[in-house]
């Protein structure tokens, strides 16, 4: 039982806008707008790498439908990566001679 003398107050301070002009959400993560197309998609990819691997590893670990689920996560994460990984590589300037 906790004294009625010991009292726990946590304010959690709001965040203050990064950005002149930003409107306050609830939302957590942001991305940073001076980030480039190839610099997000970049992230994008490694995210998706990482998403396929997870899945593809709790495949082997359970059975029946809820693998068969994971499967077809994993399956179209691989779909998904195919197609960042394919606009990046029209990001990559040619070699010149």
Do not use: C, W
């Not at 029946?64 to 994971?70: F, I, L, M, S």
């Amino acid at each position: 039982m906790i004294s009625d003398n010991l009292r726990l107050d946590i304010t959690m301070p709001k965040a203050a806008s990064h950005l002149a002009g930003d409107q306050q959400t609830d939302q957590i993560f942001s991305v940073l707008p001076n980030l480039n197309s190839e610099t997000l998609l970049a992230n994008a990819s490694q995210d998706l790498a990482a998403l396929q691997a997870l899945a593809g590893n709790l495949a082997f670990d359970i059975d029946g439908p809820q693998r068969d689920a994971v499967l077809g996560i994993h399956r179209m994460l691989e779909g998904i990566q195919l197609m960042v990984d394919r606009v990046l590589d029209l990001f990559e300037v040619p070699e010149q001679k």
